[in-house]
């Protein structure tokens, strides 16, 4: 199944969105039903229209809840961050928030179990999913099975995540692997090198990308080169990997020619792939999570003012004129929004209509969609083609698990 994000939505869908919108976007509105408190959400039964005052004090009463989000830390990339930083910023107490103990699956489930012992947490994110999340949300689900659970970027075998969250949101890792190296190939790239560790490959979705990105290069008369790289969270560490990264790719570059296009499967690696690539004058395809934010501005050394820190359309026009001022227009391009900040804020926007009882499944790729391309629309500003799907590997379909791919940016 492959739904294809735009303005297809019927009006019904359209109102159903105003009222979705109303509760978890537009955190700054002030409610005037039932007495004109002003809590900074507006009701959902005035956003519909046509409420009596009881019927907006019970949507009043609906939207007094809060979202737990467990989150991963700046060493596994910045947009995580930033992204809880600014849902907490503009709705306040409303969220709750930890940061995810890194590979210590007890802590995982004690910072998850105390989350959600308070009655008024109706949803609990994880960003992103790692092992130990799963055996997390199966016990909270014996203790609070009302509460909503969702993640994004999945790192556990998808049959044991989807056994335990109600959504799962993650960029199609498998169609990138076909999609990244079409890029490169229209980008003119002659050969192709992943970067990856043991660790990495060991990853069920990860390995079938690399398998798919091989196969596809095969298919299109590109050399597939496949580099074993320090994994970062290995005895070298992150220093270890970009020194690593920063000394290869000259190599690889005098090895195969200019127009070699690179890729890597971690984060930590973003910023000086970006960097060596440009220096060596080659191609950058993709990053592991497309994001005009990711590697490109602390790679290449461009200042973002604050006001525009979020702001995807001006990032991309920086990185445009820096290309062209190196020499490297055409040769390194990335998706038109941030996939780690959109998959957040989607998810998020979904809890809050799951809370408020505007969205009434635990699992509807239909509410999905609306809501991730309003919120790419957004991001981008511009109209965005977002493609979402029901994730299917080796046969199986995951009902509950969404994959989304974007058109690329050639920057």
């Known amino acids: 199944?492959?739904?294809?994000?735009?303005?297809?939505?019927?009006?019904i869908a359209m109102a159903?969105?105003?009222?979705?919108?109303?509760?978890?976007?537009?955190?700054?509105?002030?409610?005037?039903?039932?007495?004109?408190?002003?809590?900074?959400?507006?009701?959902?039964?005035?956003?519909?229209?046509?409420?009596?005052?009881?019927?907006?004090?019970?949507?009043?009463?609906?939207?007094?809840?809060?979202?737990?989000?467990?989150?991963?830390?700046?060493?596994?990339?910045?947009?995580?961050?930033?992204?809880?930083?600014?849902?907490?910023?503009?709705?306040?107490?409303?969220?709750v928030g930890a940061v995810l103990p890194n590979k210590e699956p007890e802590a995982i489930m004690s910072t998850a179990l105390s989350l959600v012992s308070d009655e008024s947490v109706k949803a609990l994110l994880i960003f992103q999913e790692q092992d130990g999340c799963a055996a997390a949300v199966k016990a909270c689900k014996e203790v609070r099975p009302d509460v909503w659970y969702a993640c994004g970027v999945v790192a556990e075998d998808p049959a044991v995540s989807a056994a335990a969250f109600d959504v799962m949101l993650n960029p199609n890792q498998t169609g990138m692997g076909n999609t990244i190296i079409e890029q490169a190939k229209a980008m003119g790239a002659t050969t192709f090198v992943h970067y990856s560790f043991p660790r990495h490959m060991a990853m069920e979705l990860l390995a079938n990308r690399r398998d798919i990105m091989k196969a596809k290069c095969e298919e299109l008369g590109i050399k597939f080169v496949e580099e074993t790289s320090p994994d970062p969270m290995g005895d070298a560490g992150v220093t270890g990997t970009q020194q690593f990264i920063l000394e290869d790719i000259p190599k690889k570059v005098t090895e195969y020619g200019k127009d070699t296009a690179f890729f890597g499967t971690n984060t930590a690696m973003m910023d000086v792939i970006v960097k060596a690539t440009v220096e060596s004058g080659a191609m950058l395809p993709s990053t592991c999570d497309p994001s005009p934010f990711q590697g490109f501005i602390s790679g290449l050394g461009i200042q973002i003012p604050d006001d525009k820190s979020n702001d995807a359309?001006?990032?991309?026009?920086?990185?445009?004129?820096?290309?062209?001022?190196?020499?490297?227009?055409?040769?390194?391009?990335?998706?038109?929004?941030?996939?780690?900040?959109?998959?957040?804020?989607?998810?998020?926007?979904?809890?809050?209509?799951?809370?408020?009882?505007?969205?009434?499944?635990?699992?509807?790729?239909?509410?999905?969609?609306?809501?991730?391309?309003?919120?790419?629309?957004?991001?981008?500003?511009?109209?965005?083609?977002?493609?979402?799907?029901?994730?299917?590997?080796?046969?199986?379909?995951?009902?509950?698990?969404?994959?989304?791919?974007?058109?690329?940016?050639?920057?």
């Open 1 to 11: 199944m492959k739904l294809r994000l735009g303005k297809k939505a019927a009006a």
């Open 313 to 411: 359309q001006y990032a991309v026009e920086q990185i445009k004129a820096k290309m062209a001022e190196l020499g490297m227009t055409g040769r390194t391009a990335t998706w038109p929004v941030a996939s780690s900040a959109l998959y957040f804020y989607a998810i998020y926007d979904y809890a809050c209509a799951y809370a408020e009882g505007t969205i009434t499944e635990k699992t509807d790729i239909k509410a999905m969609t609306d809501l991730i391309d309003k919120r790419a629309d957004e991001m981008a500003g511009m109209d965005v083609n977002v493609y979402l799907t029901e994730w299917e590997n080796n046969g199986t379909t995951y009902p509950q698990y969404f994959a989304f791919l974007m058109d690329f940016v050639t920057l």
């Open 16 to 95: 159903a969105m105003m009222v979705v919108l109303a509760g978890c976007s537009g955190g700054n509105t002030t409610t005037t039903a039932a007495g004109g408190a002003a809590d900074g959400t507006t009701a959902a039964g005035t956003a519909a229209g046509g409420s009596t005052a009881a019927d907006a004090t019970g949507a009043q009463a609906a939207s007094d809840y809060k979202i737990a989000i467990i989150y991963t830390d700046s060493s596994q990339g910045e947009e995580p961050v930033r992204a809880y930083e600014n849902l907490k910023a503009e709705y306040g107490d409303k969220i």
